[in-house]
């Protein structure tokens, strides 16, 4: 396993990943993707696009990644996208409050639902100490930091605009249009991969908790009285769970079972959450995540995000820290409810019954002449608000008069002037606002866990070396070519051809002629490169087929084959 620093300082040794802005002193929670990580990173992204869009048939949008405050105030993000800073008066280092309390005071995992007050308190109580300069920390008030970005959008004094924290909201707001590309009909997921940021009051770990990340995420859009999930495809995944039940018990019961058993023991409540942890399970295995450092953890209920009904975190086990690495939560009709109430637009579906449907209906049909010169200005408020009391209370209508408010004054009405009427009408459906279940998902944070789970070490020709046990879809090149020795003309030229000929075979090539051939090998060992083809003279000489060698990664052991079968073979074992 991989120590935290080896592992940091072979990301940026070798083109992974480093801080930005060196150069003017770097920027903390800003990382840049070298080469390396650019590749790995696209590769993460293509398989999630392949799992998430095309095999379950999702939508894929690309939204903007800056909008109008108007959204966050719906959203509820300009009011509870908070955590708890303290600053330290003595170096003016900021700290997340729940962080130290949660590190310092034993049986506390979930110190933000303890709130600002209390937390303040026990910093006092524990005498915690800044983990920067070691001053007291006591005398310094706890408060609610949002971590949103906040810009203007247009010249001048502009309009109020945040960078996105989650893709999501991208997607909520565009759900009058995006219903119509669905023809209206439920259910149906919408899926985006982008940039989310979040002014974290201390980043840390790399890249795993950093100020803007790549989220995918998908929005699955269901009616909740109707649409099941296909439950049977994952019906017999193996997953390791960790309900909230569990998580105060010493040590932690995990509970090892298959999504089926989970629906049926109502470890998982919702069948849709229970769908996309088996989906998620067998994504992160075939990316290569050690499913035996990966497990399900149900959120505490004070964890839960303010739109959140039931969480799950998928979670990975890195240098001895369980992270979080993909979130999957139950919206509900929260978000969409809540565009509804703020804009003009309609965030519901149009649900047809089967067959239509016949209703009683309380109908008023006043006499506006009668409510008209008595009644002044608000006789057709009065109007509206006896037809919102014939809906709600029918019986009102019954005796002689009939009393609504209006404006906090009340009008009294002769029940015959209100014409109160029982009629019946046809319904063809109605309007629901669909539920939301969002499996959401930290690229950044997948690529950190294939790093660390695939690093291994062992001893080749009585040397140690590192290497990358990436899965070979995620490696950022499938082959290395080499000449033995550079300085050779033929061997150039063929290894030349050869790399061509892969290249043209849609197999990514990196062609290395510098240093050691020992040196290639351990330099693309460390990146993860799964094979190695060497072209030789052993191989050219003769009168027979021209021969090269085929290094696996893994086992670092070397087979001889013929120069026009390379790009079958690989073809072959690329796929699996
Ligand atoms: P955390 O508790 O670690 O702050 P979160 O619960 O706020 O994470 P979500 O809002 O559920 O995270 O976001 C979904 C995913 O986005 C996370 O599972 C994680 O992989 C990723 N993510 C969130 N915040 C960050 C960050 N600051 N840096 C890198 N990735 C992040």
Redesign the pocket.
């Known amino acids: 396993m991989a120590e935290q620093n080896e592992l940091m300082e072979l990301a940026k040794r070798r083109g992974f990943f480093f801080g930005s802005n060196g150069a003017y002193g770097g920027t903390a929670?800003f990382y840049t993707f070298g080469p390396e990580g650019a590749s790995l990173k696209h590769n993460v992204e293509s398989a999630w696009r392949d799992q998430f869009t095309v095999r379950l048939g999702n939508d894929e949008i690309e939204a903007p990644t800056i909008m109008p405050e108007a959204v966050f105030e719906a959203s509820g993000h300009l009011d509870g996208f908070d955590?708890m800073l303290v600053e330290c008066a003595e170096c003016g280092e900021s700290h997340r409050a729940d962080h130290l309390i949660e590190d310092a005071v034993e049986g506390i995992e979930d110190a933000e639902a303890l709130g600002v007050d209390r937390v303040e308190e026990l910093i006092r109580e524990h005498d915690l100490a800044c983990p920067t300069c070691g001053a007291d920390l006591a005398g310094e008030p706890v408060e609610d930091f949002n971590l949103m970005f906040e810009t203007s959008i247009g010249p001048g004094s502009g309009q109020p605009g945040y960078m996105r924290?989650?893709t999501a909201q991208g997607i909520f707001v565009e759900f009058p249009r995006l219903k119509e590309y669905a023809r209206g009909q439920l259910p149906f997921g919408v899926t985006q991969i982008g940039p989310?940021y979040?002014n974290?009051i201390s980043?840390r770990r790399g890249?795993?908790?950093?100020?803007?990340?790549?989220?995918a995420?998908l929005e699955q859009f269901i009616d909740p009285e109707e649409d099941e999930p296909p439950l049977g495809e994952v019906d017999d995944v193996e997953v390791t769970l960790y309900p909230a039940t569990e998580q105060n018990a010493d040590d932690g019961d995990y509970v090892d079972t298959t999504i089926g058993e989970a629906v049926e023991e109502g470890i998982i409540g919702s069948p849709w959450v229970a769908y996309y942890l088996g989906i998620a399970q067998e994504w992160y295995e075939r990316v290569g995540v050690d499913m035996d450092r990966f497990r399900f953890r149900q959120h505490l209920s004070g964890?839960r995000?303010h739109y959140a009904a039931d969480?799950w975190?998928?979670e990975s086990e890195i240098s001895g820290n369980w992270?979080?690495?993909?979130?999957f939560?139950y919206r509900g009709d929260y978000d969409l409810t809540k565009h509804g109430e703020y804009s003009e637009d309609r965030f519901t579906v149009f649900k047809r019954y089967d067959e239509p449907i016949t209703v009683e209906k309380a109908v008023v049909d006043p006499d506006m002449s009668a409510l008209g010169p008595e009644f002044g200005g608000a006789a057709a408020d009065v109007a509206e608000a006896l037809q919102e009391l014939a809906d709600e209370d029918p019986e009102a209508f019954e005796g002689d008069e009939v009393t609504v408010d209006v404006d906090g004054k009340s009008y009294t009405v002769d029940t015959e002037v209100a014409n109160f009427s029982v009629e019946e009408q046809t319904e063809s459906g109605e309007h629901i606002t669909p539920h939301v279940v969002e499996p959401?998902?930290?690229?950044?944070?997948?690529v950190y866990t294939l790093l660390e789970h695939g690093y291994s070490e062992d001893e080749v020709d009585g040397e140690t070396r590192s290497y990358l046990s990436l899965a070979p879809e995620m490696a950022p090149t499938n082959v290395a070519v080499f000449p033995l020795v550079s300085n050779d003309s033929e061997l150039v030229e063929v290894a030349t051809e050869v790399s061509g000929s892969l290249r043209e075979a849609g197999i990514s090539v990196t062609y290395d002629d510098s240093g050691s051939i020992g040196r290639r090998y351990r330099r693309q060992d460390e990146v993860g490169t799964p094979f190695c083809v060497t072209v030789d003279h052993e191989g050219l000489e003769g009168d027979g087929k021209q021969t090269v060698t085929l290094r696996e990664r893994d086992s670092a052991t070397q087979i001889r084959l013929p120069v026009d079968d390379v790009a079958g073979e690989l073809e072959a074992m690329l796929a699996g």
Not at 207 to 215: G, K
Not at 323 to 327: D, S
Not at 440 to 446: A, D, E, H, K
Request: charged share 35%.
């Open positions: 929670g955590d924290p989650e989310a979040r974290e980043p890249i795993i908790r950093v100020r803007e990340f790549t989220q995420e964890e995000a969480c975190d998928a992270i979080e690495i993909a979130g939560a959401s998902f930290g690229v950044g944070r997948t």
